[in-house]
């Protein structure tokens, strides 16, 4: 049982240049997240998903993209990276409410 | 919206001691659920301990336990026997009950963690 798996997990991309984060998780979970997380901050959720073909922008969803095709598969797109996305990424997944959290194990991407 | 304060960037224990680590939250909502995970340098964020808003007993997991005190909306975590396994940034973090909690958890900036041999 893999869990939520993330790649890459290092990147580093020139300003404007586009990527694509993927996100995946084998537990059949139906909620699933991205968070950014900066230094000396906590994460900070940028979209979610709570099922295939249903996503919803969280706190910070400017200049990202995301699509949820699948249960298993939710990726985020960045379509022109700005130094201000430089930052650790994480996807995550959840079963249900009270349930934990199963995150990645994180993408760290610098933009310059 | 929820907001969750940590108000200690960096706390330093002496091993095998306890250490506590503050966490407040700010909320209009009567049920939610309240988690402290725990992230070493490896970035992995790993769950420690959680407790539901409604149960009034606090939730312990082996050496870690929290202080929950819903009125005055605090949810500490207390470390005891601390090890050097222990050093790790802390975040604390809030998931809504309601809306089927899909918007995800709201995290503290986290607490960083030294234990000194």
């Known amino acids: 049982n893999a869990g939520v798996t993330q790649t890459p997990k290092f990147r580093i991309l020139k300003i404007g240049q586009s990527m694509t984060l993927q996100c995946t998780q084998d537990?059949?979970?139906?909620?699933m997240y991205w968070y950014r997380q900066d230094p000396g901050m906590g994460l900070k959720l940028i979209y979610y998903?709570?099922?295939?073909?249903?996503?919803d922008k969280g706190e910070v969803p400017n200049g990202y993209n995301v699509s949820r095709s699948t249960t298993e598969d939710f990726p985020l797109r960045l379509e022109l990276a700005a130094p201000s996305q430089t930052s650790v990424y994480f996807c995550?997944?959840?079963?249900?409410?009270?349930?934990?959290?199963?995150f990645g194990q994180g993408t760290r991407l610098t933009v310059v | 919206a929820q907001t969750v304060t940590q108000s200690q960037p960096e706390m330093s224990v002496q091993e095998a001691e306890t250490v506590t680590l503050s966490c407040t939250y700010d909320?209009?909502?009567?049920?939610?659920?309240l988690f402290w995970y725990k992230q070493p340098p490896s970035r992995q964020m790993i769950l420690v301990i959680r407790?539901?808003?409604?149960k009034q007993q606090n939730a312990t997991e082996n050496r870690f336990s929290v202080n929950f005190q819903k009125a005055a909306k605090s949810f500490s975590l207390k470390i005891s026997d601390s090890q050097l396994g222990d050093a790790a940034m802390y975040f604390c973090?809030?998931?809504?009950?309601w809306g089927g909690g899909a918007d995800g958890l709201t995290f503290g900036k986290g607490t960083h963690l030294i234990i000194q041999p």
């Open positions: 995550a997944s959840v079963k249900g409410l009270y349930t934990e959290a199963f």
């Open positions: 537990m059949n979970h139906n909620y």
């Open positions: 998903s709570v099922g295939a073909g249903i996503t």
């Open positions: 909320t209009s909502e009567s049920d939610y659920y």
């Open positions: 407790q539901e808003a409604y």
């Open positions: 973090a809030y998931r809504s009950a």
